[in-house]
């Protein structure tokens, strides 16, 4: 019997750097279907920045990012300001709530919240929204709500973000942690771009670097974290 490898990923839902490294996840995944699992870990950004995601930040890396991968859903922002989610922290319980029933199932709606967010401009700070979206992916949705409206996962989501920003000190959002511990969370070895951004500047893009990867030679560094993460699994 072989025991599957599972590689914790920690990110901010709202992030979209994150975003992509789940895009490239989600686009290998039949590849991988059955070796290994990805865990969602609740790696909050407003838990250490102590502050909502600022809608000038993305505005300004959204734009460069996306051009990593065109295929990926994108649109600006365009629901009105009001709409906009200063917390995300409901969206992660929802993902817990998910993993309740089946992680499969709360794969398909971290997805899902992730493109409302950047793809559809939904505020994934309402209760309604994470609803629909969890009925969408097929969840039971009496056992949901009912997870859901008792709080049943806030203690998890704060233990994940505590453990990822406190305990591993991860660099960032997303960084992956394979069996072995070891982490990935490197713009460059995730085939990322670098976008500076200050915020102080209302948003203004201070330095730019590009990806080292386009197309498939960015999936094949997720297919060599994949293939670490293979060969520590232990054969019983």
């Known amino acids: 019997m072989v025991n599957v490898p599972r590689i914790a990923m920690y990110a901010d839902l709202a992030c979209p750097f994150a975003y992509v490294a789940a895009y490239r996840v989600r686009v290998l995944r039949e590849e991988y279907r059955g070796r290994l699992i990805i865990e969602h870990k609740s790696l909050s950004l407003e838990y250490v920045n102590r502050q909502p995601t600022p809608k000038r930040t993305l505005d300004s890396e959204c734009p460069f990012l996306m ?22 922290l409901p969206a992660f319980e929802a993902v817990k709530c ?51 409206d008792s709080g049943q996962t806030r203690a998890l989501v704060m233990r994940e973000a505590r453990d990822g920003w406190e305990r591993l000190k991860v660099p960032g959002s997303p960084t992956f ?60």
């Open 67 to 88: 051009l990593a991968e065109p295929e990926l859903p994108w649109e600006p922002w365009h629901a009105p300001l009001s709409e906009w989610p200063v917390t995300v």
């Open 98 to 148: 998910a993993e309740r029933q089946d992680p499969a199932l709360a794969d398909e709606l971290d997805w899902a919240i992730r493109t409302a967010f950047f793809a559809e401009s939904r505020c994934i700070s309402m209760r309604h929204v994470l609803l629909e979206l969890a009925e969408r992916v097929g969840l039971a949705m009496d056992q949901f709500m009912q997870d859901f």
């Open 177 to 236: 942690v394979l069996p072995s511990g070891r982490q990935i969370g490197d713009p460059a070895e995730l085939g990322l771009p670098e976008v500076m951004v200050e915020e102080q500047a209302y948003g203004r893009v201070t330095g730019f670097r590009p990806s080292p990867c386009a197309g498939d030679a960015c999936l094949e560094l997720y297919r060599h974290m994949f293939a670490e993460a293979l060969a520590e699994a232990p054969h019983t």
